[in-house]
Nanobody
């Protein structure tokens, strides 16, 4: 299984980014997909997850209203739209995959390599 994340970069406060994660080596439509992030000096934290059909989504309280997770099962891709970026959103963002909603929020089976988002003030 490979999860290839992209879309990170340097943006100013208030800006937007869309992260993408392309999955291979798994039956994408059978997996719950998620995003985590790890800020400098902090532990990795759950950000968002989306169930198989794309209808049900979950978000960390810290990103509700600003982040939107979506997926395209035809393209084996999950997205994370990040709006109104803040300096505290600076982190490496990782995509993840698992077959259950419980594990995707805590200890996903599969991880991508991460993409760096840096927000300047």
């Amino acid at each position: 299984v490979q999860l290839q994340a992209s879309g990170g970069g340097l943006v100013q406060t208030g800006g937007s980014l869309r992260l993408s994660c392309v999955a291979s080596g798994l039956t994408f439509s059978s997996y719950v997909m998620g995003w985590f992030r790890q800020a400098p000096g902090k532990e990795r934290e759950f950000v968002a997850a989306i169930r198989w059909s794309g209808v049900t989504t979950y978000y960390a309280d810290s990103v509700k209203g600003r982040f939107t997770i979506s997926r395209d099962n035809a393209k084996n891709t999950v997205y994370l739209q990040i709006n109104s970026l803040k300096p505290e959103d600076t982190a490496i963002y990782y995509c993840a995959a698992d077959t259950t909603t419980t594990r995707i929020k805590t200890s996903p089976t599969y991880w991508g390599q991460g993409t760096l988002v840096t927000v300047s003030s």
